[in-house]
């Protein structure tokens, strides 16, 4: 029976590797604590601070205003959407400069995994180790 668990065990783990979240998703949860416009399917709009935000797309927005298919506004103080009942989302433009993406370029460029964790550190020994390695600016 013992080794029953360890053989599921050793699956799921398998599985959760094979299992890594998107690069929208990603981007979503680089979202929170900005303002953001979510379209629900029934034609809803509500523009809010992102609160927080799950792997399921499930988003929970404070300082809202919702506007309804008639145009109606009506302002709340907190709302919860279900990931499976939102449209689309817009978010902010400056999160085309995340770091999440220039560790994806610098992925895609095949250059080493130190060299691609690009904002992880910005103190002076980081800007001493980059100078020794002999690496370009991490701002371009």
């Known amino acids: 029976n013992l080794s029953e668990r360890g053989f599921f065990s050793y699956r799921r783990k398998a599985a959760e590797k094979r299992m890594s979240i998107g690069i929208p998703i990603k981007l979503l949860h680089e979202a929170e604590a900005h303002v953001v416009t979510v379209e629900t399917r029934d034609g809803d709009v509500y523009r809010g601070t992102l609160s927080s935000a799950e792997d399921n797309m499930n988003v929970q927005l404070r300082k809202v205003h919702l506007t309804r298919r008639d145009g109606k506004v009506i302002p709340l103080d907190y709302v919860f959407i279900r990931g499976s009942k939102i449209r689309f989302l817009i978010l902010p433009d400056m999160l085309a400069n995340a770091p999440m993406f220039k560790r994806l370029e610098a992925l ?25 390695s002999g690496g370009s600016s991490a701002r371009k």
């Open 108 to 132: 895609k460029e095949g250059r080493s995994s130190s060299a691609a964790a690009v904002g992880a550190g910005r103190g002076r020994a980081s800007v001493a180790r980059v100078q020794r």
